[in-house]
């Protein structure tokens, strides 16, 4: 038996081996996850449901074939056995859904994710279900309808957002693993900010169906972890083709673990997005940046600039995409067959005016002001100028990207212009808060994949710098190629992973397993 | 409501020109949902053919149904119409709760069929060319049942139930090009064009085109403009009427609404209209304006359907003749009268006759069965006549033992009634009731004799040349032979024993 802060701290991988070769249980593994939870998401609140029973009673189940060996015991998957968390805007038997919005408060689904039937079938622990920004709406974790998600950075500071459940969770050593969801960058920044890895594959690589649809046409669900190896892991647990989901891709992706497991740059031409660093990236983004670009050079890799002079319309085109898909996917919650429904306090009792109320009351000022923007660019009269407009950039980003891998097999930028900013900077200015995702948005317009890691610290705050490789779509084994190459070079600098110079999250006085343990 | 003032029909069309056009509603009869895995069932107790992604539960996806997009191409096809090479759906957005998404998953730019015609034949024989504007795929919507108010609408009801059984049934939309120069005939031409869109998907096999059930549902638009001018009038879309004779009648009213609008000077609403079949009228519903924003975009959880022209072209291949032409085939191979064609047509014996030829009948014989025979017992009996049990074979027998003059027409009546009882075949019903035509000429000499010495008089009217009074000889003759002798047997001895040429 491993002692439980050592054990939390192990990449998915490493448990993967010690559950296999028999030194530790699934039910130990859980445990120690479910403790750490109740232990310090009182201060961080990754969680927003701990699914401890079935978390243990799968663990159990898993450690039963183990011991009892054999041929049931030969065909468990590799990660069996393994703790992961869920974003909330995926959908799970079992547990509640609410998308951090008040308008599901209580709402439980009568049917399972693909990805979640598919951690299922791996016979993966499900935790529990993580924060997020309300309807994936945001970049803080700030718009959760729950309370916002905290740094285990700087408890004052954003986890980022969307997906700051998940990327706190991982990084505050809450679980190995997590699902998130990347509509403009959710994975990536938070991944960024928290120094954690998050990975938005290629659109169409992992089955939408069951994640709840923010904007159809960019979501995509992918794997958060502590190390790229392990993100190769989980998106190849969750990825392939599935009938429910029309947008999914029939490719193969099983190249992903041994990309990861074989990195090697030499001979690649990794090319510097022009667009995407310098004038408004914060001077400690740039070093690591930099640091980075160094560091492949010197393991054999040719750093070529590129230009994709598209980019700079990308944030204006997807906040009239978005928002416009948005209108549309956020209308079914009316209050008439699930969720909230509040009548009118005054008036006649219309469907239309408990309709209105319903949504009044249900949704946050984020996801109001972007359900109002998308049903203003659809209007008669003013599709052409917004929403055709904006997919005609969105053609033009495709290009650019067509010519960036013309000249370089995978393109690296900065995750995010900044660091974690404090809770509550940005909330009253949205402009500056949808600024956070520039570098992050031209991948979910185009289809490509992006992956980031962590880089290090900023030389002016401490925190935690994010790294994003973006490849051509369907090529997301070159992420994790060059993901893992890189990554290993900055731990050997490092003298270990970014993450053990976090500093330690303290335990309150109180007894927090009562109430996060005794929530579910 | 006050009720509409009207001209009559006749002024109407001396004053007015009228332009229709149709948006024909089809259901299709696949197994399941047009984007759902959920069963496409009719009738079923409520909210029991739905799975989430018909309640358009948070996180679902649809998938489109292939079977779906195939009846699509070929009532397309079917239609005249070009099938798009690739087309997109697209949302069209608005809250109303039998739409679970709050928007229906609709086609807008990119219809799957667009430029078709169709030939519609009047009853009288006129033929008139209706042109297809586009036929494109979309969801129906769930059902909505208003409680407690007036006249089963929304406004005023206490509750509203809802049964999602029927959203996401495929359909396929139908649209006409304005329709115009129909004239006095506009009522009979939709009447026509409506039931020519039912015989059509019902002959493609896409449709169950039961009316009653919804399956088939017409929007009626009607403008009206004075003769001579170019610019269509102001029109009314009458909703959701859905029976051929309520297609006519609506057709009818708004013409003689509209024209009393105009005469009056004011000008016509655009609006949507209720039909009611107890008044045979229509009231205003919705003001219906340009000002309608459905918000339409491409549906972005689908990709876009390529038919490729090698698969519209295997589809064309299975399509079945079109029923218009079928009937016109049909009428010329057999030789029938108009009239008689009319009349097999309207008693549902067309089918029946043609498998009856093609199973070795003449025409005349076939029609002689299926219309003198068959009809009247399949009335009786409360069912279709080619359910009543007879088959084609059956009859290719029984005209067969008429004709080798083994039983006459009298006999072959009661060896088809033995058949439907179950007792075999026209042969073994023959043998075993008897009937055999007695075809030795002695008998019926002897009661031909007998015949003539009973009634001395006619005897002398037929030896005086007037032929046509030996009905009353063959009469007796075959009273006296209980029906069993061959009445062309016994008119042919009469003669001869009589020497008169016949």
């Known amino acids: 038996m491993t002692d439980t802060n050592e054990l939390i701290r192990l990449s998915a991988a490493d448990l993967a081996a010690k559950l296999s070769a028999g030194d530790v249980t699934s039910v130990e593994v859980t445990q120690a996850y479910l403790d750490r939870i109740a232990a310090v998401d009182g201060q961080v609140n990754a969680f927003l449901h701990v699914n401890a029973e079935e978390a243990l009673a799968v663990a159990a189940e898993v450690d039963a074939i183990r011991a009892a060996g054999g041929a049931a015991a030969e065909e468990l998957h590799e990660l069996a056995g393994v703790p992961i968390a869920v974003k909330d805007l995926i959908v799970t038997i079992g547990q509640p859904t609410t998308a951090g919005s008040k308008i599901l408060e209580g709402w439980h689904s009568p049917y399972d994710a693909t990805v979640i039937k598919k951690l299922r079938a791996a016979k993966m622990p499900i935790l529990g279900k993580t924060n997020l920004d309300e309807f994936a709406m945001g970049s803080s974790t700030e718009h959760s309808a729950y309370g916002p998600t905290r740094n285990p950075w700087d408890l004052e500071r954003i986890p980022g957002g969307s997906g700051g459940g998940s990327a706190a969770a991982v990084a505050a050593f809450e679980a190995p693993l997590a699902l998130g969801t990347d509509t403009g960058g959710s994975i990536r920044q938070p991944g960024a900010v928290t120094g954690t890895v998050g990975v938005k594959p290629t659109y169409g690589a992992v089955s939408r169906y069951g994640a709840i649809a923010m904007a159809s046409s960019l979501d995509q669900i992918g794997p958060v972890s502590r190390t790229v190896l392990d993100s190769a892991l989980l998106q190849e647990v969750i990825g392939g083709h599935d009938p429910q989901d029309s947008t999914s891709l029939t490719d193969p992706f099983d190249n992903l673990v041994a990309a990861a497991r074989t990195g090697n740059v030499e001979g690649m031409k990794i090319g510097i997005i022009k667009e995407l660093h310098g004038e408004g990236y914060q001077a400690g983004v740039e070093n690591r940046f930099n640091e980075s670009l160094e560091l492949l050079k010197d393991a054999g890799a040719e750093i070529v600039e590129v230009s994709c002079p598209n980019f700079k319309y990308a944030l204006g085109a997807y906040y009239l995409i978005m928002p416009s898909e948005v209108s549309s996917n956020l209308a079914k919650f009316d209050g008439v067959r699930f969720g909230l429904r509040v009548l009118p306090k005054e008036g006649p009792m219309t469907i239309e005016r408990v309709m209105g109320a319903t949504r009044a009351a249900g949704f946050g000022d984020e996801v109001k002001r972007r359900i109002i923007l998308g049903t203003y660019a659809l209007s008669a009269g003013y599709y052409d100028a917004y929403y055709g407009s904006a997919q005609k950039v969105r053609t033009l980003i495709q290009r650019d990207f067509d010519a960036a891998f013309a000249q370089a097999d995978v393109l690296i930028s900065p995750t995010a212009p900044t660091t974690a900013f404090k809770l509550g900077e940005k909330l009253n200015d949205p402009l500056a808060m949808y600024l956070n995702d520039v570098a992050t948005i031209p991948a979910n317009m185009a289809g490509v994949p992006g992956l980031s890691l962590p880089g290090g610290l900023a030389d002016e705050d401490g925190l935690p710098v994010g790294i994003q490789l973006l490849a051509p779509a369907r090529e997301d084994a070159r992420l994790y190629r060059v993901g893992a190459v890189l990554e290993s070079l900055l731990e050997e600098k490092w003298g270990g992973p970014l993450l053990d110079r976090a500093p330690e999250l303290q335990a309150p006085a109180l007894d927090a397993a009562n109430t996060v343990g005794g929530s579910n | ?502």
Not at chain 2, 243 to 260: D, G, K, N, P, T
Not at chain 2, 422 to 432: H, M, N, S
């Open chain 2, 1 to 502: 409501m006050s009720a509409d003032t009207i001209l009559s029909f006749e002024e109407a069309m001396e004053k007015y020109d009228p332009v229709l056009g149709f948006e024909v509603h089809v259901e299709l009869n696949t197994k399941t949902k047009m984007f759902s895995s959920a069963p496409n069932v009719f009738g079923d107790d409520p909210n029991t053919n739905v799975n989430e992604v018909d309640l358009g539960l948070p996180g679902v996806l649809p998938v489109v149904n292939k079977a779906a997009v195939e009846s699509s191409i070929k009532i397309g096809l079917a239609l005249n119409c070009k099938i798009a090479e690739s087309c997109r759906f697209a949302r069209k957005n608005y809250f109303y709760p039998d739409t679970p998404k709050n928007f229906q998953t609709s086609q807008y730019d990119e219809p799957i069929a667009y430029d078709g015609y169709l030939d519609i034949e009047l009853e009288d024989g006129t033929v008139f060319r209706v042109e297809i504007e586009r036929a494109h795929m979309e969801e129906d919507a769930g059902k909505l049942t208003h409680m407690g108010g007036a006249a089963g609408r929304i406004q005023g009801a206490d509750y509203s139930l809802v049964d999602y059984n029927r959203a996401g049934v495929p359909l396929v939309e139908i649209v006409t090009k304005p329709i115009e120069g129909a004239g006095s005939r506009a009522p009979e031409l939709a009447k026509a064009y409506v039931a020519a869109i039912r015989e059509i998907v019902k002959n493609l096999g896409v449709s169950d085109a039961r009316m009653e059930r919804g399956n088939v549902r017409c929007d009626a638009n009607v403008s009206l403009r004075p003769h001579g001018q170019e610019r269509f009038g102001i029109r009314s879309e009458t909703k959701n009427v859905n029976s051929l004779r309520a297609v006519e009648h609506a057709v009818r009213f708004e013409i003689q609404r509209h024209a009393a609008v105009l005469d009056s000077g004011q000008p016509v609403i655009q609006e949507t209209r209720h039909w009611h079949e107890d008044t045979r009228t229509t009231t205003s519903g919705r003001a219906k304006s340009d000002a309608d924003d459905y918000r339409y975009f491409p549906e972005p959880d689908l990709v876009p359907v390529v038919a490729s022209r090698e698969w519209v072209e295997e589809l064309r291949a299975t399509l079945p003749e079109p029923p218009a032409e079928r009937r016109k085939r049909l009428k010329e191979a057999w030789g029938y009268s108009d009239l008689e064609f009319r009349d097999v047509v309207n008693a549902g014996v067309m089918d029946s006759i043609e498998e009856t030829v093609a199973a070795g009948a003449s025409a005349s014989a076939a029609r002689k069965w299926w219309m003198g025979e068959i009809v009247g017992r399949a009335k009786t009996a409360d069912v279709d006549p080619a359910e009543l049990g007879v088959s084609p074979q059956t009859i290719v027998e029984l005209n067969g033992l008429v004709e080798e003059g083994k039983i006459n027409n009298k006999m072959a009546s009661q060896v088809l009634d033995g058949v439907l009882a179950g007792e075999g075949t026209p042969a073994e019903i023959v043998e075993k009731r008897g009937l055999a035509v007695v075809s030795d000429d002695g008998p019926l000499l002897e009661a031909i004799d007998a015949a003539l010495a009973a009634q001395p008089d006619v005897a002398e009217k037929i030896r005086g040349g007037k032929v046509q009074a030996i009905g009353a000889i063959v009469g007796g003759v075959m009273k006296a032979t209980r029906g069993q002798a061959d009445a062309g047997r016994v008119r042919e001895l009469i003669l001869e024993k009589l020497g008169v040429e016949g």
